[in-house]
């Protein structure tokens, strides 16, 4: 015996997988590269275009520094600003005091940059970017953009299951009321 799937089925199908790919796109793109220990990082500067270009989320692991060599993309804190991360490219390494350090240049900056990044400094290697998911994902540390992209598909979601649980909660009582005529009506 094969169950026929009807339109209104396959639409409420459709509308769940619409509501629920959202939410689960961002989870994905959240959690599983810090399951990976990959760290995220939006590109707020164009110093790297166009290989990896503003807007663009980085994607970076932890890295051994004594295996950086000349021509990887390194993310570094910046010895000019502590608190700012960049991402430039390896021109040289360069021995500095017991260690060595990195001689660093965004692709689209004209002078590599003044100062020589200390081992310590680096956080990691980029291994990939995806272009623009960075304003996508500044976006929604706004408060409209929470709303938008989290709360109103989580909301939707919510209310067409509502919806549906009230429709099966009707039709059962419809069904059991049905049933229970035609039993008074044979018996």
Same mark, same amino acid.
Do not use: C
């Given at each position: 015996?094969?169950?026929?799937?009807?339109?209104?089925?396959?639409?409420?199908?459709?509308?769940?997988?619409?509501?629920?790919?959202?939410?689960?796109?961002?989870?994905?793109?959240?959690?599983?590269?810090?399951?990976?220990?990959?760290?995220?990082?939006?590109?707020?500067?164009?110093?790297?275009?166009?290989?990896?270009?503003?807007?663009?989320?980085?994607?970076?692991?932890?890295?051994?520094?004594?295996?950086?060599?000349?021509?990887?993309?390194?993310?570094?804190?910046?010895?000019?600003?502590?608190?700012?991360?960049?991402?430039?490219?390896?021109?040289?390494?360069?021995?500095?005091?017991?260690?060595? @350090?990195?001689?660093?240049? #965004?692709?689209?900056?004209?002078?590599?940059?003044?100062?020589?990044?200390?081992?310590?400094?680096?956080?990691?290697?980029?291994?990939?970017?995806?272009? !623009? $998911? #960075?304003?996508?994902?500044? !976006?929604?540390?706004?408060?409209?953009?929470?709303?938008?992209?989290?709360?109103?598909? @989580?909301?939707?979601?919510?209310?067409?299951? $509502?919806?549906?649980?009230?429709?099966?909660?009707?039709?059962?009582?419809?069904?059991?009321?049905?049933?229970?005529?035609?039993?008074?009506?044979?018996?």
């Amino acid at each position: 015996m094969h169950r026929r799937i009807l339109p209104t089925q396959l639409l409420r199908w459709a509308i769940n997988a619409l509501l629920i790919s959202p939410l689960l796109s961002l989870l994905l793109v959240l959690l599983a590269p810090r399951w990976l220990g990959l760290e995220l990082l939006s590109v707020a500067s164009g110093s790297m275009g166009p290989t990896i270009p503003l807007g663009a989320v980085v994607f970076v692991q932890s890295v051994d520094t004594d295996t950086i060599l000349p021509g990887e993309i390194i993310t570094f804190r910046s010895p000019e600003a502590p608190d700012e991360v960049v991402t430039h490219r390896v021109l040289e390494v360069v021995p500095q005091g017991e260690g060595h @350090a990195f001689r660093t240049k #965004g692709d689209a900056n004209p002078e590599p940059d003044l100062y020589a990044v200390p081992a310590a400094d680096v956080t990691g290697r980029a291994v990939f970017h995806l272009p !623009y $998911l #960075g304003f996508l994902a500044q !976006y929604v540390r706004t408060r409209q953009g929470w709303l938008a992209l989290v709360v109103a598909p @989580a909301l939707a979601l919510v209310l067409f299951e $509502l919806a549906n649980i009230l429709r099966l909660i009707w039709m059962g009582d419809k069904t059991t009321q049905e049933s229970a005529h035609k039993r008074q009506s044979t018996g």
